[in-house]
């Protein structure tokens, strides 16, 4: 096994890989960030391999981007989406996903609602296993995306300072970014309303803020996640202009941090609520970036699963 | 396995004479100098491609543009090796399409490197023609490719070695056979 491999056969999630694998995706992803750019964007690496996009939950652009990053190395993708798929008749997660195995698929990328469904997968599955996102546990690419975007602006990760501000209870971008950011040195530090913030998540190694303006002094990055609206059902914040008020990231507060605080968003966004379109679309955002960036570290995932021999 | 030099065939004397003869013809058979770009295959033809490039600017008083090229993407032996290789960045920031490209390397030997390479320019563009420039050509081709500028003709057998050393590299301009020894 040489320094250049990733030592799994799956990414389930960052939680546990090591400060080795994530510096050689993100330094893969430089490299494959030049494909992206090009006016042929085609490389014959992956000729002959197939990757399945399985989804059992809405995405435009994660799934939009693993099948691009597939394609751009000459790959096959399928795409299975559940609305359309014998999964209305009833067909289990590990039915649906043996058969397209035995059809010969070498790499499974899965969203699903429930946590732990790709390491279910991964568990029965001779191919390749790559979590898109699964519940509230962990969304992995997300998180390399977002770090291989703070490494390319701040030229590092190792002593900076990290904050994430929102619905961290139910962000699985918001886990994949603490234990990555965790390993490679970075501080993490999170901010929200008391409701939307796991129990004891102080013992995961993080700062934790109930005081945006308070947090946003002590960031070099800010990562706004946003407000799964989708997942409130409870009650737990009373209304979206009050989030706004207490939570989003407006033109005042941005004036009051420090001025090259770099603004990242996993998207999609809810504009007016958790980001103001004027630090949306204003210069120290880098969101856009981060969709183009998603697919070179897609890539050299893709790459570094699939490109050596059994 | 070990490797044991064997013996210097090219110092740098040798190295910047080859070098200048190889410059001299690229500018003879590329008349229109301001078409001509070079492309360096990582590791060792990319400064032999800046050495190339500042030749031709004392010849011609132009410098042509210089790029480097990684060509594990491209390579055929992929699916034959247990690791994956590690990806360097390609930097061509030119358009090589209509342009002449030579396309450089330190050693010639089986051609699937070079193979490797021509898929992976054309894949940047269509360029008017490709020219191969090497600094040593060892023999036992595998594939139908040759080289257009060849700095010096080494015959070697395939227990043999050829180190190129290249000062940006190694420290030193040196040109070594070293063998495999059990």
Known sequence: ?310 | MALQEKARIMDEDAIRRALSRIAHEIAERNLDVDNLVFIGIRRRGVPLAERLAAEIQRIEQKKPPVGVLDITLYRDDLTTKHDTPMVHKTDVPFTVAGKDVILVDDVLYTGRTARAALDAVIDLGRPRTIQLAVLVDRGHRELPIRADYVGKNVPTSQREVIEVRLAEVDGVNEVWIVEKTD
Do not use: C
């Not at chain 1, 399928?78 to 058969?99: H, P």
């Not at chain 1, 002590?218 to 409870?234: M, P, T, W």
């Not at chain 1, 603004?263 to 955002?285: C, F, K, W, Y």
């Not at chain 1, 183009?292 to 059994?310: H, P, Q, S, T, W």
């Open chain 1, 1 to 310: 096994m040489s320094e250049h491999t990733l030592a799994r056969k799956d990414i389930l999630g960052l939680r546990g890989m090591s400060r080795e694998e994530i510096t050689l995706i993100l330094d893969t992803a430089a490299s494959m960030l030049e494909i992206v750019d090009r006016d042929i964007k085609k490389v014959p690496t992956l000729r002959g391999k197939s990757v399945l996009t399985l989804f059992y939950e809405p995405s435009t652009r994660t799934r939009s981007s693993f099948e691009l990053a597939a394609k751009y190395l000459s790959a096959d993708t399928l795409s299975i989406s559940t609305q359309t798929s014998s999964v209305q008749k009833g067909e289990t997660l590990l039915d649906t996903a043996r058969n397209i195995e035995v059809m010969g698929v070498d790499t499974v990328v899965i969203r699903h609602s429930a946590s732990g469904a790709s390491h279910f997968l991964a568990r029965h599955l001779k191919a390749h296993v790559i979590n898109a996102g699964d519940g509230m546990n962990e969304h992995p690419t997300q998180g390399l995306l977002d770090m291989f975007t703070i490494r390319t602006h701040l030229g590092r990760l190792e002593g900076l300072r990290v904050l994430i501000v929102g619905d961290i209870l139910h962000s699985r971008v918001a886990r994949s970014n603490i234990w990555g950011l965790l390993t490679m040195g970075a501080r993490v530090a999170v901010a929200g309303p008391a409701t939307l913030l796991p129990p004891r998540v102080a013992e995961l190694g993080v700062d934790v803020y109930t005081d945006l303006d308070l947090a946003l002094r002590h960031a070099d990055v800010v990562n706004v996640l946003r407000l799964q609206l989708e997942r409130q059902k409870k009650g737990l914040f009373a209304s979206a202009r009050e989030y706004n008020e207490f939570w989003g990231l407006t033109p005042e507060r941005l004036r009051a941090s420090q001025p090259d605080l770099l603004v990242l968003h996993p998207g999609p966004m809810n504009r007016g609520v958790e980001i103001t379109s004027e630090v949306a679309d204003g210069p120290q955002a880098v969101i856009l970036e981060q969709v183009k960036n998603g697919v070179a570290v897609r890539m050299a995932i893709l790459y570094l699963l699939m490109g050596g021999g059994e």
